[in-house]
Structures are given as C-alpha cells and as structure tokens.
Nanobody, 130 residues
Framework: EVQLVQSGGGLVQAGGSLRLSCAASGFTFDDYAIKWFRQAPGKEREGVSC????????YYADSVKGRFTISTDNAKNTVYLQMNSLKPEDTAVYYCAIKDTTQQDMGVIWRTPIYEFDYWGQGTQVTVSS
C-alpha cells in the first residue's frame, strides 16, 4: 500500500521559514511526479510546486516562486518543500500527492487535473501570522 506521510508545518511569523516533508513508502513504480498543493479556508485547492523522479526542473506557482524550494532525497523517498519569507497569504493546509507517470515535463504535470494524482498525504497546517 502506497503511503505519503507528511511532517513539518506549524505556526510561524511573517518572514519566517518552515520545511514540509513528504515521506513515501510502499510504491513500486519507477517514474513518478510529486506535487505540493495547498488549500486555504473557503478556497479551492491550488498547486504550489511539483518535481519529477528524474530530478529535472521543478515547477512553481508564481505566488511562491523565489521563496519556496522543492527537493527530493531519493535515498529516503522523501520530498521537501522549503518555505522562506512566508506571508500570511501562505496560510493553508498543505498536501503532497504522487502520480505514477513517465511524464517528466513538470509543465505538463502542473496542468494535470487534481483527480489524476494517485495518492495523497494527510495534509499539514501552515499558519503564518502577521
């Protein structure tokens, strides 16, 4: 059974930093893409960043570009989202999701409908105070 277990998150002041982790286990597919989403109260879930198993160029939402960095540790089957210069508008529940795919163009993955992601993490709250 594929599991994505998230950790990190919490409460931080504006301008601060947090790192989210998404540890994957139980999957056997060789190629995949992982995407971070977030959902603020009363809003739709939106993409934050995505990265492929090939380690190619990741993709970022314009709202986080230059502040967030996605990375992988293949030895630990873990994806990280380093979030710097946090703003109150970054407050949301953050989710990681994985898609079994050979597609490694993150521009394509970015446009992939949310329902096509195969497995999801449990979500973690990030709250940025002003």
């Amino acid at each position: 059974e594929v599991q994505l277990v998230q950790s990190g998150g919490g409460l931080v002041q504006a301008g601060g930093s947090l790192r989210l982790s998404c540890a994957a286990s139980g999957f056997t597919f060789d190629d995949y893409a992982i995407k971070w989403f977030r959902q603020a109260p009363g809003k739709e879930r939106e993409g934050v960043s995505c990265i492929g198993s090939s380690g190619g160029t990741p993709y970022y939402a314009d709202s986080v570009k230059g502040r967030f960095t996605i990375s992988t540790d293949n030895a630990k089957n873990t994806v990280y989202l380093q979030m710097n210069s946090l703003k109150p508008e970054d407050t949301a529940v953050y989710y990681c999701a994985i898609k079994d795919t050979t597609q490694q163009d993150m521009g394509v993955i970015w446009r992939t409908p949310i329902y096509e992601f195969d497995y999801w993490g449990q979500g973690t709250q990030v709250t940025v105070s002003s």
